[in-house]
C-alpha cells in the first residue's frame, strides 16, 4: 500500500519560511519523479515543483521560483519543499505527488493528472 505523508505546514508571518516534508512508503521511491502542488481554497490545484527521480532535474511554477526550493532523499524516501519569503498568496493546502518513471518532461510533470500517488495535504497559512 503506498502512501504519501505530508507534513511540516502551519502558519507563518509574510517574509517568513516553511520547509514541508513528504515521506513515502510502500513504494520504490527512487522510481519515481515527485511533485508538490498546492490548492487555494474555491481554487484549482496548482502545480508548485518537481523533481527527477535522482535529484538531477527540477522545475517549479513561475509563481515560486527564486524563494522555493524542492529537494529529495532517496536513503530516506522522502521530498522536501522549502519556502522562504512566503507571501499571503501561498497560502494554500501543499500535496506531494509521486509519478512513476525515469523520465523528466516538463510538458508533463505540471499536470496533476499524470502523477499516480498523493498524499492527503498539509495546510500552509501565511499571514500578512
Known amino acids: 500500500q503506498v502512501q504519501l505523508v505530508e507534513s511540516g505546514g502551519g502558519l507563518v508571518q509574510a517574509g517568513g519560511s516553511l520547509r514541508l516534508s513528504c515521506a513515502a512508503s510502500?513504494?520504490?521511491?527512487?522510481?519515481?519523479?515527485m511533485g508538490w502542488f498546492r490548492q487555494a481554497p474555491g481554487k484549482e490545484r496548482e502545480f508548485v515543483a518537481a523533481?527527477?527521480?535522482?535529484?538531477?532535474?527540477?522545475h517549479y511554477a513561475d509563481t515560486v521560483k527564486g524563494r522555493f526550493t524542492i529537494s529529495r532523499d532517496n536513503a530516506k524516501n522522502t521530498v522536501y519543499l522549502q519556502m522562504n519569503s512566503l507571501k499571503a498568496e501561498d497560502t494554500a493546502v501543499y500535496f506531494c505527488?509521486?509519478?512513476?518513471?525515469?523520465?523528466?518532461?516538463?510538458?508533463?510533470?505540471?499536470?496533476?493528472?499524470?502523477?499516480?500517488?498523493w498524499g492527503q495535504g498539509t495546510q500552509v497559512t501565511v499571514s500578512s
Open positions: 505527488a509521486a509519478e512513476k518513471g525515469t523520465g523528466f518532461s516538463i510538458l508533463t510533470i505540471v499536470h496533476s493528472g499524470e502523477y499516480d500517488y
Open positions: 523533481i527527477r527521480w535522482n535529484g538531477g532535474n527540477s
Open positions: 510502500g513504494l520504490t521511491f527512487s522510481t519515481y519523479a
